[in-house]
């Protein structure tokens, strides 16, 4: 087998590999999907004083652990109607154009300590025009659906989005400027340093709207207006059932991982350990076997935080009530985006005082 591997082009191997880290990153992100669902119902239970999901179990153990595949299960085998008056090709469509991107910008993200399916120097504007595709499936299917709430539900989102994106985009301008590069391993290896030295202490209000932003961007609560089921039923996805509801709903949450995971890399430091700088580098902690790999840099850390942000996502939902729509426009067009802008220009004073991450 080694024989035959190593006398494989190097490209056919490299290839190959690329494929099996993407299968890998794919089975993982929708095995994640499908337990966050779980741990957004038992979290927000504890949170309201009950128990959340504690029947389906698996193969007779754990307790709720079962909950999510059930759930596939059914929305697998429910019929798939399509409306006799819809636009029947983009209606098909749109689930998935709203899916695929939410996976393929985990291609640039470094998940490791020197490791991302394709290192790509770009990364940054790959992000951003993949985080801007999403919104064509959720206006795809509100308007191919040929229905007034849908096509009102994807005019909301459609509006919120771009307002939101804008914001999202200047806060990433700031995160450019601090790491010069648009590689996103070196935007993680410029915060080098330990838990002070990452941009989330010099750029926190680039932060705070980055993650605001990203809540919106998911239309997740309190920013859920595209499905004010109090107003418009369930918005742009009414006339969805069956496995085009459920990639609507796996949609919505690889994307909160995905935002978790770049709010980690952009602003905390990515596969980093908050230790560094602090703990010596030569110190006896390192040398005691689990203990030290836990210290040391790597994607442990990386998950840790991306699953301290999903939490926070959660706690978001479990709080706020929805927002009305003028409030949501207000918030975007008046408070974020004036703040980015504000920064940035608080940051050019910073690197022209060589402080911060300008200071070497």
Same mark, same amino acid.
């Given at each position: ?171 990433? =301008? ?33 932060? =705070? ?152």
């Amino acid at each position: 087998m080694i024989a035959w591997w190593n006398g494989l082009p190097a490209m056919v191997q490299g290839a190959l590999l690329s494929t099996l880290w993407i299968l890998i990153v794919t089975v993982v992100l929708i095995l994640s999907v499908a337990y966050l669902t779980l741990w957004e119902r038992k979290l927000i239970g504890w949170m309201q004083v009950r128990r959340g999901p504690n029947r389906v179990r698996i193969f007779g153990f754990l307790p709720g652990m079962g909950q999510p595949f059930a759930d596939v299960i059914k929305l697998l085998i429910k019929e798939i109607v399509v409306p006799s008056a819809s636009n029947k090709m983009l209606f098909r469509i749109a689930p998935a154009i709203t899916l695929i991107p939410a996976f393929a910008i985990w291609a640039v993200v470094p998940v490791a300590p020197g490791f991302a399916i394709a290192n790509v120097d770009a990364g940054l504007l790959y992000v951003l025009s993949l985080t801007s595709v999403g919104v064509y499936g959720v206006i795809l299917a509100g308007w191919a659906s040929n229905s007034k709430y849908a096509f009102l539900g994807a005019m909301r989102s459609a509006a919120q989005i771009v307002a939101y994106e804008i914001a999202m985009g200047f806060a990433l =301008v700031g995160v450019l400027m601090a790491s010069n590069s648009l590689n996103l391993g070196t935007i993680i290896e410029k915060q080098a340093g330990g838990l002070f030295s990452w941009n989330w202490f010099w750029l926190f209000p680039l932060f =705070v709207v980055y993650f605001i932003s990203g809540v919106a961007e998911t239309n997740r609560a309190p920013f859920d207006v595209a499905e004010g089921e109090s107003e418009i039923v369930a918005g742009f996805h009414v006339e969805y059932s069956g496995i085009g509801f459920a990639l609507f709903f796996l949609a919505e949450y690889a994307n909160m991982i995905l935002i978790a995971g770049l709010t980690a890399v952009f602003f905390f430091g990515g596969w980093q350990s908050p230790l560094n700088g602090y703990v010596p580098a030569d110190s006896s902690l390192f040398q005691i076997p689990l203990l030290g790999t836990f210290l040391n840099d790597g994607t442990h850390w990386l998950v840790f935080k991306l699953f301290l942000f999903l939490c926070l996502f959660l706690w978001l939902r479990a709080t706020f009530p929805r927002y009305r729509y003028d409030q949501i426009m207000r918030l975007g067009w008046k408070a974020l985006i004036p703040v980015t802008i504000v920064w940035i220009f608080v940051e050019m004073l910073m690197a022209h005082f060589k402080i911060g991450p300008w200071s070497a």
